[in-house]
């Protein structure tokens, strides 16, 4: 069934220009494809007016977890696959439970991108750099900023997925110890302890994680976007933090109790925080967040990388070939899990 003579795929980018610009599908992704599966017949939808007018036809959809939207599945009564740019899919999973459309996202596009943006986040807390830009804008020369050095930190990534993985190389190459969690971390213990991280336990260990959340200074959330980690971390994963440690959050912003960690910012609880995503994005004018001295923001940008769409085609690749194989496919998404 995988195998018909006019395979039709349908990229569509967002309909805003900013968002064009950031996932543009060139012609040469168009020609991999085709390279991967010769008789696939690949269209771009300029807008949303052509998508529809595509869709009845389709039987593969690439498109982003942004833009989606589920009025689309009464559209295409050949739609067995769609493939997701991006790898956290929160917005399209819920339409498909229950539907035999098979869903395969791009997890692992982001990691190198937000290894580095999560390193260069540790070095602006380390070395104070935050601090002296401020300075900087004062005309100020303070040269008492009490800096330190990652060599020989403790970092803790919460989620050794693709990206946790990125993170953790990096933090290697820089001296850190590195202490990890992983879902059934017990399968892949001894081959991540040996390449990746000094220590890793089961995710759902809660004594066990807020031992080692006393340990980190500075702590990554990397994890998967669903129902049992919404706001997984809080008050009193908080409180088991060091006084001296800082927060990096490149998950989603749903997976951190927002108003908890203000409160703990607020009474310097815990030195800082790194944020890239929030509960609500764009972050409000009015949100608390904006005004700390100890925060660094940045506007969901961490997974950018001008080489965002050449890997998103390889990882489709990849599973194209497994499609036309009958083969499990890499990036399948467990739509029970939500990942």
């Given at each position: 069934?995988?195998?018909?003579?006019?395979?039709?795929?349908?990229?569509?980018?967002?309909?805003?220009?900013?968002?064009?610009?950031?996932?543009?599908?060139?012609?040469?992704?168009?020609?991999?494809?085709?390279?991967?599966?010769?008789?696939?017949?690949?269209?771009?939808?300029?807008?949303e007016d052509e998508l529809l007018s595509l869709l009845p036809e389709t039987e593969i959809l690439i498109c982003g977890n942004y833009n989606y939207k589920e009025s689309w599945l009464s559209?295409?009564?050949?739609?067995?696959?769609?493939?997701?740019?991006?790898?956290?899919?929160?917005?399209?999973?819920?339409?498909?439970?229950?539907?035999?459309?098979?869903?395969?996202?791009?997890?692992?596009?982001?990691?190198?991108?937000?290894?580095?943006?999560?390193?260069?986040?540790?070095?602006?807390?380390?070395?104070?750099?935050?601090?002296?830009?401020?300075?900087?804008?004062?005309?100020?020369?303070?040269?008492?900023?009490?800096?330190?050095?990652?060599?020989?930190?403790?970092?803790?990534?919460?989620?050794?997925?693709?990206?946790?993985?990125?993170?953790?190389?990096?933090?290697?190459?820089?001296?850190?110890?590195?202490?990890?969690?992983?879902?059934?971390?017990?399968?892949?213990?001894?081959?991540?302890?040996?390449?990746?991280?000094?220590?890793?336990?089961?995710?759902a260990d809660a004594a066990e994680f807020e031992k080692i959340l006393s340990a980190a200074d500075y702590l990554v959330l990397s994890v998967p976007f669903t129902r049992e980690t919404r706001?997984?971390?809080?008050?009193?994963?908080?409180?088991?933090?060091?006084?001296?440690?800082?927060?990096?959050?490149?998950?989603?912003?749903?997976?951190?109790?927002?108003?908890?960690?203000?409160?703990?910012?607020?009474?310097?609880?815990?030195?800082?925080?790194?944020?890239?995503?929030?509960?609500?994005?764009?972050?409000?004018?009015e949100s608390q967040l904006w005004e700390m001295e100890n925060v660094i923001i940045t506007p969901h940008n961490a997974g950018l990388t001008p080489h965002y769409m050449d890997r998103v085609?390889?990882?489709?690749?990849?599973?194209?070939?497994?499609?036309?194989?009958?083969?499990?496919?890499?990036?399948?998404?467990?739509?029970?899990?939500?990942?």
């Amino acid at each position: 069934a995988h195998t018909s003579t006019g395979l039709n795929l349908f990229f569509i980018m967002k309909i805003s220009v900013f968002t064009a610009e950031k996932f543009r599908f060139e012609d040469e992704h168009i020609r991999r494809i085709v390279s991967a599966f010769s008789s696939a017949s690949v269209t771009v939808a300029k807008n949303e007016d052509e998508l529809l007018s595509l869709l009845p036809e389709t039987e593969i959809l690439i498109c982003g977890n942004y833009n989606y939207k589920e009025s689309w599945l009464s559209c295409g009564g050949k739609l067995k696959w769609i493939h997701s740019i991006a790898a956290g899919n929160e917005k399209i999973i819920p339409s498909l439970i229950g539907k035999p459309i098979l869903l395969t996202d791009s997890s692992g596009v982001h990691a190198v991108p937000i290894a580095e943006q999560v390193i260069g986040y540790m070095i602006m807390f380390e070395r104070k750099l935050l601090a002296a830009v401020k300075s900087q804008g004062k005309k100020e020369w303070v040269n008492d900023l009490n800096v330190g050095e990652l060599n020989g930190k403790t970092a803790l990534i919460v989620g050794l997925g693709a990206v946790g993985k990125g993170i953790a190389g990096l933090c290697k190459c820089l001296g850190m110890k590195v202490i990890a969690t992983k879902r059934a971390a017990g399968k892949t213990a001894a081959a991540a302890v040996s390449s990746l991280a000094d220590e890793l336990y089961p995710a759902a260990d809660a004594a066990e994680f807020e031992k080692i959340l006393s340990a980190a200074d500075y702590l990554v959330l990397s994890v998967p976007f669903t129902r049992e980690t919404r706001h997984f971390f809080g008050k009193s994963e908080i409180a088991a933090m060091k006084r001296t440690a800082c927060l990096i959050n490149i998950a989603r912003g749903g997976v951190l109790d927002e108003e908890a960690l203000i409160s703990a910012l607020k009474g310097r609880r815990i030195a800082g925080a790194a944020l890239d995503v929030f509960e609500t994005e764009p972050l409000p004018e009015e949100s608390q967040l904006w005004e700390m001295e100890n925060v660094i923001i940045t506007p969901h940008n961490a997974g950018l990388t001008p080489h965002y769409m050449d890997r998103v085609v390889k990882i489709f690749c990849s599973n194209l070939k497994a499609y036309l194989e009958n083969k499990p496919m890499p990036n399948l998404v467990d739509k029970a899990k939500g990942y």
